[in-house]
């Protein structure tokens, strides 16, 4: 189990009474991955879609939702002969629950606990001084973390 940096979300949603179904977008933030002498700053963009039960209605719910991410993971080597960029698809299956904070109208604020299973765990590999392919970092089978965001949503 590994945990992620702190990950900012927007989210767009239509919402029935004890419903909300979610389309946004996420940003994790960078997190430094060491291996010997050789480094990779990895973070990640995300495109997310996401249904939520909301069980109780008013200005303060705790929402439970399960979704899918799509995104692309970038990594900055580091330590390198020649410091290089790799891109890899990320996709993941997630589950979140937490507290959303209605702020005014259809605007509102939320702080969750985010799991995630990856479909595709992303790997980042360079080559070290002799050619040899160095693998930096892999995403785990299971990952946690927290999402701070905002939601709009239709009523």
């Known amino acids: 189990f590994a945990t992620s940096g702190l990950g900012l979300e927007a989210v767009i949603g239509y919402r029935r009474p004890s419903f909300r179904l979610g389309l946004g977008a996420q940003w994790r933030s960078p997190r430094t991955q ?3 002498e050789l480094s990779a700053e990895t973070q990640l963009v995300a495109a997310v879609v996401e249904g939520c039960w909301l069980p109780r209605r008013g200005q303060l719910t705790f929402d439970l939702c399960a979704g899918t991410e799509v995104g692309r993971w970038t990594a900055q080597g580091d330590g390198l002969d020649t ?3 790799a891109h890899s698809l990320w996709w993941s299956a997630r589950v979140t629950v937490g507290p959303s904070l209605r702020l005014r109208g259809p605007w509102g604020a939320r702080i969750h606990a985010t799991l995630w299973v990856p479909i595709v765990r992303p790997s980042v590999a360079f080559l070290d001084a002799e050619g040899r392919a160095v693998r ?12 701070l965001g905002f939601f709009f949503d239709f009523l």
Do not use: K
């Not at 930096?136 to 999402?147: E, R």
């Open 34 to 36: 060491l291996r010997d």
């Open 83 to 85: 410091n290089r960029t």
């Open 136 to 147: 930096l970092f892999q995403v785990a089978g299971v990952a946690g973390g927290l999402n």
